[in-house]
């Protein structure tokens, strides 16, 4: 079956810190891949999408994260955290044949100042 | 991205009673989406609310448990029926929009008693 999985359930970090969050995905054939971010107290936000092209993608607040097909994976990444990031951060697949999401377990992100 | 609202965004509940689960989209949408955010975990899949016909269930999802109703194009609703302690939990609507991707609602936050 499908699964996403991130392996880092909770990051700490101080401010200007470099981050990267990692994504596995299971599945062989094409995948839509996403980044969705939850601030403290507000709703699920899209950060970014991957469905083809150029591998690295680049979203909002500076995030950038890379497919890479041979590692079946979709890391998050942003050169300099801001105390404003501290977040829950989830992967998710979504197979080229339906519309369903397949999220991971999630990431816990706290920044300090 | 549409906007998307939730009523009511949060509720106690007596077990063995059900409470319904309103989402509101404010643009025509095919696809809308239930999930359940169980507490310190991840998204999981309810079901898919298809316009004009019964919803779509997940693996461990049943219509008599969760019945799904969508009337239109812009407006869905989740009935959590009979409810238990264990149905404690965030539920969340989502529409497909534009290029394949989710926007999520903010929650129903349900503490079941």
């Known amino acids: 079956a499908q699964s996403v999985s991130q392996h880092n359930h909770h990051v700490i970090l101080s401010e200007a810190a470099s981050l990267e969050l990692g994504c596995n995905y299971s599945y062989g054939g094409t995948v839509n891949l996403f980044w969705y971010v939850q601030y403290p107290g507000q709703h699920l936000q899209l950060l970014l999408k991957?469905?083809?092209?150029?591998?690295l993608v680049k979203g909002i607040k500076g995030f950038e994260a890379e497919f890479i097909k041979s590692k079946f994976s979709f890391n998050l990444r942003k050169p300099s955290v801001q105390w404003s990031d501290t977040a829950e951060y989830f992967c998710?697949?979504?197979?080229?044949?339906?519309?369903?999401?397949?999220f991971g377990t999630g990431t816990r992100l706290q920044v300090f100042p | 991205s549409a906007v998307i609202s939730q009523k009511p965004s949060r509720d106690i509940c007596q077990r063995g009673t059900s409470l319904t689960i309103q989402c509101q989209v404010d643009?025509?949408?095919?696809?809308m989406f239930w999930y359940r955010q169980q507490p310190g975990q991840s998204l999981t899949l309810i079901a898919t609310?298809?316009?004009?016909?019964?919803?779509?269930?997940e693996s461990g999802f049943v219509i008599d448990k969760f019945p799904i109703s969508r009337p239109n194009l812009t407006f869905s609703t989740l009935t959590v029926s009979n409810m238990s302690p264990e149905d404690s939990s965030i539920y969340l609507c989502?529409?497909?929009?534009?290029?394949?991707?989710?926007?999520f609602g903010p929650g129903t936050r349900l503490l079941v008693l």
């Open positions: 998710a697949a979504q197979t080229y044949n339906t519309d369903k999401l397949i």
């Open positions: 989502s529409a497909l929009l534009g290029e394949e991707t989710q926007y």
């Open positions: 991957y469905f083809s092209g150029d591998p």
């Open positions: 609310a298809n316009q004009g016909s019964e919803a779509t269930y």
């Open positions: 643009s025509q949408v095919t696809m």
